[in-house]
């Protein structure tokens, strides 16, 4: 994979993107607004996402493109059409909504804030809203934080089924990026319209290692999943795409890039051909 990287990044990006048409997977790719994104407006989101070949996006808030819950209903439309119009779905919100709050009041804003999220998400054509469970406070016992966490995505749950909107509990905070919380927190939940959206921390590295780690959470996978960039650190990137191709999973993978490029476009061109070979490899090896 080393020298195959390297090849890569001497082609054009017009070299790339030829080479991604020619290749099809079951994963499909696509971009988390984190790093690259932050910046760009809905029209240069979608064109840079059309011409370095993403399929999908996450709208992470308080980002450039201003998809809020300020937003009146003519506005959310406007959103809605303009990703209709193109080559790029709109898969849903990326919040920082989370549910470890010692303070009843805190927690309470959380979950009406969530149901905020979750209804515009709705309204612009999306699918679902991305939620962290974020801590575990050592004033209280563990299991009491994840009690709460559970009880407050059930409820959530509940109310994202009206709206046709899956909640997507992301793997991350001090003590809930390990993978056995995780499991512990959706079966406190026990609502079939909550998932989880893997997130490539090194907890999931932990002894006994990534395969067994993977198949605690497996089952409540939904539609998204995150990495970083394929070509950066040492997360075992082909044995994960190893392990979602054994297991059939066909959702998105969303790219939430930490580096900063000269030319975030051709960056995306190079994750996509990366991507894409990556995904091609572990098919064949499955």
Same mark, same amino acid.
């Given at each position: ?41 809905? @029209? ?13 996006? $996450? ?77 575990? @406070? ?5 299991? =009491? ?34 993978? @056995? ?5 959706? $079966? ?10 893997? /997130?490539? /921390? ?10 067994? /780690? ?8 939904? =539609? ?63």
């Amino acid at each position: 994979m080393r020298s195959s990287r390297r090849q890569f990044f001497k082609l054009s990006l017009g070299e790339l993107l030829t080479s991604i048409t020619r290749r099809e997977s079951s994963l499909k790719f696509g971009l988390v607004t984190y790093l690259w994104g932050r910046d760009w407006d809905i @029209p240069t989101l979608i064109r840079n996402c059309q011409v370095a070949g993403v399929g999908g996006v $996450e709208l992470r808030t308080e980002h450039a493109h201003g998809v809020e819950v300020h937003l009146q209903s003519a506005e959310r439309a406007a959103v809605s059409a303009q990703f209709a119009d193109s080559d790029v779905s709109l898969l849903g919100l990326g919040t920082n909504w989370a549910f470890h709050h010692l303070e009843p009041a805190q927690l309470a804003h959380a979950i009406t804030g969530a149901k905020a999220s979750i209804v515009l998400s709705h309204d612009v054509g999306g699918s679902g809203v991305k939620v962290k469970p974020d801590a575990l @406070p050592s004033e209280v016992q563990e299991e =009491q934080t994840i009690t709460q966490i559970g009880r407050a995505l059930r409820i959530l749950g509940q109310f994202g089924e009206d709206y046709g909107q899956e909640i997507r509990l992301e793997v991350h905070g001090q003590g809930t990026d390990r993978l @056995p919380v995780v499991r512990r927190i959706m $079966e406190a939940a026990d609502h079939r319209n909550v998932s989880v959206c893997w /997130n490539c /921390n090194e907890a999931d590295l932990n002894e006994p290692r990534l395969a067994h /780690n993977f198949e605690l959470v497996r089952e409540y996978f939904g =539609q998204t999943v995150h990495i970083r960039e394929l070509d950066v650190g040492t997360y075992p990137y082909r044995h994960l795409f190893e392990l979602l191709q054994a297991s059939e999973y066909a959702g998105w993978i969303l790219l939430e890039a930490r580096t900063d490029p000269d030319d975030r476009v051709a960056a995306l061109g190079h994750q996509r051909v990366l991507f894409d070979s990556l995904a091609e490899l572990t098919k064949k090896s499955g």
